[in-house]
T-cell receptor, first 114, second 116 residues
Framework: KAGVTQTPRYLIKTRGQQVTLSCSPI?????VSWYQQTPGQGLQFLFE???????NKGNFPGRFSGRQFSNSRSEMNVSTLELGDSALYLC?????????????FGPGTRLTVT | AQTVTQSQPEMSVQEAETVTLSCTYD???????LFWYKQPPSRQMILVIR??????QNATENRFSVNFQKAAKSFSLKISDSQLGDAAMYFC?????????????FGTGTSLTVIP
């Protein structure tokens, strides 16, 4: 089975712009979660989607949003980019939500805001 | 909200030796899952080991084992016979067992260096 894929892998944007990141989960996985990873902060939970519905949301401003499509693919959008949004954005998928199944992570998208 | 604490930002170990990474967590729940993830320099995060809180037996996966102390809310990872390929960032993670979504709480990580 193919793993979790994320596109693009690297992105450079300017302050004030918006960006859309994409995540394709492992086939059959219906839960997709997004994390922001920065040095010293570890992984900060952004949101989780299951069956096209956002089930959980972390403590991030409304500039961060996401969605999930019927094929479980997910996108996250960040509007009005700020320098502090520079980070590695990780997507993770799970076989079934509401269980103890582990999350499988993608390689991440490295976003640099200048 | 649950919190996960990794108090060792950096650790080092000699090749073939044993190292233990610490993790503590705070929760009021009785049933949950704990995980250790490894993130090598290539950045792909992979699962190392998983523990269900209702199981008293400590989980083991080859050279990796955990010391799960539920009352103390401690979940340490022991790596035996350390290899160069074990060098990575290690994250401890918590997930509730309830049907409240698939939210994981991660610690800030421990960077492990393996010295040849």
């Amino acid at each position: 089975k193919a793993g979790v894929t994320q596109t693009p892998r690297y992105l450079i944007k300017t302050r004030g712009q918006q960006v859309t990141l994409s995540c394709s989960p492992i086939s059959g996985h219906r839960s997709v979660s997004w994390y922001q990873q920065t040095p010293g902060q570890g992984l900060q939970f952004l949101f989780e989607y299951f069956s096209e519905t956002q089930r959980n949301k972390g403590n991030f401003p409304g500039r961060f949003s996401g969605r999930q499509f019927s094929n479980s693919r997910s996108e996250m959008n960040v509007s009005t980019l700020e320098l502090g949004d520079s980070a590695l954005y990780l997507c993770a998928s799970s076989l079934v939500a509401g269980s103890g199944y582990e999350q499988y992570f993608g390689p991440g998208t490295r976003l640099t805001v200048t | 909200a649950q919190t996960v604490t990794q108090s060792q930002p950096e650790m080092s170990v000699q090749e073939a030796e044993t190292v233990t990474l610490s993790c503590t967590y705070d929760t009021s729940e009785s049933d949950y899952y704990l995980f250790w993830y490894k993130q090598p320099p290539s950045r792909q995060m992979i699962l190392v080991i998983r523990q269900e809180a209702y199981k008293q037996q400590n989980a083991t996966e080859n050279r990796f084992s955990v010391n799960f102390q539920k009352a103390a809310k401690s979940f340490s990872l022991k790596i035996s016979d350390s290899q160069l390929g074990d060098a990575a960032m290690y994250f401890c993670a918590y997930r509730s067992a309830g049907d409240t979504g698939n939210q994981f709480y991660f610690g800030t990580g421990t960077s492990l260096t393996v010295i040849p």
